[in-house]
């Protein structure tokens, strides 16, 4: 860091994909600010303001130090005018109005509510508002049509909005790890999302699976789910199909950022231990989990891309197409300057292909 008088100034990257972001935030009271301003702009589609709050938080996330003046910031990178505006204030005043209005207005607290509902996203949430419904109590009377997802969300509000402890996740894993070995020995189970960054809680827990032999996971995802549904683990499964095609040069190029693996959207019925039981009696709880079903050949892409976090694998995007030229999914690198695709068998590799350092998980955490 330069020093400049006694304030230390700081030099950051502009990619999120070039900085390491631990779980040690050192500038929570501003980045809560600018997330939830984020996720504010997210819920009401406006996306770009969305990315644009996040990069700010981001770069906020990955300073070393506290910030506590305003002249800290010459000079970085991230930071447009409405964000320094929200940081300015929070500095100043200890919070940031805009961020309190939005917290007490009507049409946030719906937004919360509704969208905290599996199934609902920003758009049904703002067709309901638009019908007067600003909470659970008015949905259930409301006579709306609700799909099974959302009805499934709804009956297991509480438990899918309560964090998922690691604890949890490794128990789970241990299921998911049974369950493949039962339907397909030699497959292997590998934790991803939030939980292999290392955070102690989540929303729901990430799972990818493959198998040592290419073509032997074809199939895999409906055997795994009927085991897991035989033995009452399932109290909500969704499972899409692999769309991803395979030409006579490698995989075709998918058309968007959506990936095209076998995943199964799910919600578990996981029995507490004894310390977690509560007054309620209730011996299991709800929890939403994601698996993926990967080829082999596709892992490495897979396990980077389903690792996070979200804003980390966008600036990873926006690097290979921006900087190098390339486009980055969940399956493949492909080097549009010498037309084709770049294999890899690890995480490193990728980050040599993209020509930046290795971030482990850990320090993805932007
Ligand atoms: P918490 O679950 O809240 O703890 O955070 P998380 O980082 O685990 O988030 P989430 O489970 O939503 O997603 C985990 C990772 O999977 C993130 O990097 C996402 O970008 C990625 N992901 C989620 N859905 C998709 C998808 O449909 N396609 C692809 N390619 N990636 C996805
Ligand atoms: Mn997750
Ligand atoms: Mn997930």
Not at 35 to 50: I, K, P, Q, Y
Not at 203 to 212: A, E, K, M, Q, S
Request: charged share 25%; glycine share 8%.
């Amino acid at each position: 860091p330069q020093i400049s008088g006694s304030v230390a100034l700081f030099s950051v990257s502009s990619y999120a994909c070039q900085r390491r972001t631990t779980l040690d935030n050192h500038n929570s009271n501003l980045t809560d600010a600018l997330s939830l301003l984020a996720e504010n702009a997210e819920l009401n589609n406006e996306d770009g303001r969305g990315v644009a709050f996040r990069r700010a938080a981001a770069l906020l996330k990955a300073l070393p130090t506290q910030v506590i003046s305003m002249s800290q910031l010459r000079g970085l990178p991230c930071l447009g005018e409405h964000s320094l505006r929200v940081i300015k204030d929070v500095l100043e005043n200890g919070v940031s109005s805009e961020v309190e209005s939005t917290k007490q207005s009507k049409r946030y607290k719906a937004l919360k509510i509704l969208t905290g509902i599996f199934g609902v996203g920003a758009k049904t949430a703002d067709r309901w508002i638009r019908a007067g419904i600003y909470n659970l109590e008015q949905l259930r009377h409301s006579g709306q049509t609700l799909n099974r997802a959302q009805k499934a969300g709804l009956e297991h509000y509480d438990d899918l909005n309560e964090p998922v402890t690691k604890a949890e996740a490794d128990a789970i894993g241990e299921i998911v790890q049974k369950a493949v070995d039962s339907v397909l020995t030699g497959s292997q189970v590998a934790l991803s999302g939030g939980f292999r960054r290392g955070k102690l809680t989540g929303h729901d827990v990430d799972f990818l699976i493959t198998h040592p032999e290419e073509g032997k996971e074809v199939g895999l995802m409906p055997k795994v789910v009927a085991w897991l549904e035989s033995q009452g683990f399932l109290l909500y499964q969704k499972t899409t199909r692999n769309s991803y095609l395979e030409s006579k040069d490698g995989p075709a190029r998918p058309a968007s950022n959506m990936d095209r693996f076998e995943r199964c959207f799910s919600i578990f019925k996981l029995t507490k231990g004894k310390e977690q039981e509560t007054a309620s009696h209730k011996i299991w709880r709800a929890v939403r989990v994601d698996l993926v079903v990967s080829p082999i050949s596709q892992f490495a892409f897979a396990v980077l891309g389903w690792t996070g976090s979200k804003l980390f694998e966008r600036e990873l995007r926006r690097w290979a197409g921006h900087e190098k030229n390339m486009s980055l999914s969940s399956h493949a690198l492909f080097d549009n300057t010498q037309n084709k695709y770049l294999r890899a068998t690890s995480e490193e590799e990728i980050f040599a292909y993209l020509g930046l350092e290795y971030i482990p998980p850990s320090e993805r955490n932007a």
